[in-house]
Every structure is written in C-alpha cells, then in structure tokens.
C-alpha cells in the first residue's frame, strides 16, 4: 500500500471519529437544536481539529506529515 494512500486513510478515519464525538456531544447538551445547525457546527469545529497532511521530498524519498492545529508534535508516515 502507498504512502498517500495509507495517510488518506488515516486522516479519513480521524475526520470520522472526531466528527461523530462533536456532533453527538452537542446533540446530548443541547437536545432540541435544529439539525442543520448541528451538522454546519459539527462540520466547522471537525475541519478546525482535524491533522493537516504535507508532503515532503527528500533524499530517501517523499515523506508524509500531520499535524494537528493545536499540537506541535508533527506524525511522520514513510
């Protein structure tokens, strides 16, 4: 499996799971609110979280980074 690939699936699976714990967090603080503004709120806040993926040439080939918003800690995947 590539690189890209392997790194498309990760951030897939990290946008799913953070979005599934804001939208239903806010769905169990605020019950009745309306559906479309729980999604547009879910949406907003998931992009902002979500890890940033760079593609970096090197030497030894390209290289796969994420990060995150508000972490300094960068994840490499080779």
């Known amino acids: ?3 890209s690939t392997k790194a ?3 951030i897939f ?5 953070t979005y599934m714990v804001i ?3 806010i769905q169990l603080v605020y019950s009745d609110i309306n559906r479309y503004v729980l999604t547009g709120i879910s949406a907003f806040l ?3 979280l979500s ?3 760079r593609i970096v040439k090197k030497r ?4 796969i980074q994420l990060k995150w918003l508000f972490s300094n800690k960068v994840i490499v995947l080779k």
């Not at 699976?13 to 799971?17: D, P, S, T, Y």
């Not at 030894?60 to 290289?63: P, Q, R, Y």
């Open 23 to 25: 939208r239903f967090g």
């Open 13 to 17: 699976l990290i946008f799913l799971v």
């Open 51 to 53: 890890p940033q993926r």
């Open 60 to 63: 030894s080939g390209d290289e």
């Open 1 to 3: 499996m590539k690189t």
């Open 8 to 10: 498309s699936i990760y």
């Open 46 to 48: 998931t992009v902002l």
